[in-house]
C-alpha cells in the first residue's frame, strides 16, 4: 500500500475533484448493484412471484387453520389437527416440504391430483373431510402456486395421526363409491353474464376459500346438500353450529350490507358490533383478513347474489 507523505486532510481530494470522486463512488456502487441485477437469472423473479402469489392463495384457501394444530403449539402446517365429524375424529396431515413425513416428494402433479380429484401419491383416496370436493374447482396454476410456497417452508418432521373413526368410516377403499355417488371433478366455469368482480368472488368461495364446506348442510352420508347451498347448519365442522349466509331476511344475512359483508371479513366484526368466534374466527385471523379489499368485496357480491333461503339461523 502507497501511504501519503503529507498529513492525510492534505491528500484528500478538494472541490471539484472532491465531487468528481464522490460522485464516481456512488455511481461505482450503482454500477455493480445492477450487474447484480442483470446477471441474475430471471426464473429467480418468477419463482419469487410465483412463491409471493401462492401465500396469498394459501391464506384464500384456509390452509393455516386446518394443517397447524394451535392448541398443542404444533408447527404451522405440520399438521395434526383434529376434525371432530358424526363419524369420529380426522387430523389433518403435515404439507410441509419435509421428504419423509411431509410432501417433500411429490411432484406437481401428485399436488394437482391430490388437491383436485382426492387421491394420494400412492392411489389411494383422501376422505372427502379434506375438501377436495371444492378445490377441484381451482385452476391449475393457483394450485402449483400454492405447492411452490408450501416448498419454499423449512421442513418439519412431524408424522401424520390416523382417523380415530368408527368402522367403515376410516375405510379408504369406501370412498371411491362414494366419489362415484358424490363427487364431481373440474374447474371453476365463469358465468359470462356476469362481470369479471362478480366472477372472482365467485371463484373465491366456491373453489379457494371452500365457504360452502362448512356453510351448507350435509346429508347422512357426510356430503353436501347443495339444495340448501350456504343456508348453515347446527352440525358444522367440529359440532359448531354454522351461519345461514344467504341473503335471506329471516334466517340469512339478508339485511347486510355489501360493505358490511366486506367488513365483517376484513375485521370479524357483525353491523350488530358483535365479534365472530370459533372457526369463522379462525378463518378470518388465519386467513380471509389478510385479502385484498377488492377480493373481499367481491365475495361480498358473490353472496349477496345467492338466492335467498330460508333455512338454519345462528342468530
Known amino acids: 500500500m502507497i501511504e501519503c507523505p503529507v498529513p492525510a486532510a492534505a491528500c484528500e481530494p478538494r472541490g471539484d475533484a472532491a465531487l468528481r470522486h464522490r460522485v464516481g463512488a456512488i455511481g461505482a456502487v450503482f454500477l455493480i448493484a445492477l450487474l447484480g441485477v442483470v446477471a441474475r437469472p430471471a426464473s429467480s423473479f418468477a419463482d419469487e412471484a410465483l412463491v409471493a402469489r401462492g401465500a396469498y392463495l394459501v391464506r384464500a384457501g384456509g390452509?393455516?387453520?386446518?394443517?397447524?394444530?394451535?392448541?398443542?403449539?404444533g408447527e404451522t402446517f405440520a399438521g395434526g389437527r383434529g376434525l371432530k365429524t358424526p363419524f369420529g375424529t380426522y387430523y389433518s396431515p403435515n404439507i410441509t416440504p419435509d421428504r419423509a413425513t411431509g410432501i417433500g416428494t411429490w411432484t406437481d402433479e401428485d399436488f394437482l391430483r391430490a388437491l383436485k380429484r382426492g387421491i394420494s401419491p400412492a392411489g389411494e383416496h383422501y376422505f372427502p373431510v379434506f375438501p377436495y370436493t371444492t378445490f377441484t374447482k381451482m385452476r391449475d396454476q393457483d394450485?402449483?402456486?400454492?405447492?411452490?410456497?408450501?416448498?419454499?417452508?423449512?421442513?418439519?418432521?412431524?408424522?401424520?395421526?390416523?382417523?380415530?373413526?368408527?368402522?367403515?368410516?376410516?375405510?379408504?377403499?369406501?370412498?371411491?363409491?362414494?366419489?362415484?355417488?358424490?363427487?364431481?371433478?373440474?374447474?371453476?366455469?365463469?358465468?359470462?353474464?356476469?362481470?369479471?368482480?362478480?366472477?372472482?368472488?365467485?371463484?373465491?368461495?366456491?373453489a379457494l376459500a371452500h365457504c360452502g364446506e362448512c356453510h351448507t348442510p350435509r346429508n347422512f352420508a357426510g356430503a353436501l346438500d347443495r339444495t340448501l347451498w350456504m343456508a348453515g347448519t347446527k352440525d358444522g365442522p367440529e359440532g359448531q353450529a354454522v351461519a345461514n349466509i344467504t341473503p335471506d331476511l329471516d334466517t340469512g344475512i339478508g339485511d347486510w350490507s355489501a360493505d358490511e359483508i366486506t367488513f365483517f371479513l376484513k375485521q370479524g366484526t357483525k353491523p350488530d358490533y358483535e365479534r365472530a368466534d370459533g372457526l369463522m374466527a379462525e378463518a378470518i385471523e388465519d386467513g380471509l383478513g389478510h385479502l385484498r379489499d377488492p377480493d373481499l368485496a367481491a365475495i361480498a357480491r358473490y353472496i349477496m347474489s345467492l338466492p335467498p333461503t330460508a333455512h338454519y339461523s345462528t342468530r
Do not use: M
Not at 64 to 71: A, L, P, Q, Y
Open 143 to 206: 394450485a402449483l402456486a400454492i405447492k411452490a410456497y408450501l416448498f419454499s417452508l423449512a421442513p418439519v418432521s412431524r408424522s401424520n395421526r390416523a382417523p380415530n373413526v368408527w368402522p367403515p368410516f376410516g375405510w379408504r377403499w369406501t370412498i371411491g363409491p362414494w366419489k362415484w355417488l358424490y363427487f364431481q371433478a373440474g374447474d371453476f366455469t365463469p358465468d359470462p353474464n356476469r362481470d369479471a368482480s362478480w366472477n372472482r368472488g365467485a371463484y373465491l368461495v366456491e
Open 63 to 73: 390452509c393455516v387453520s386446518c394443517h397447524t394444530d394451535k392448541k398443542a403449539k
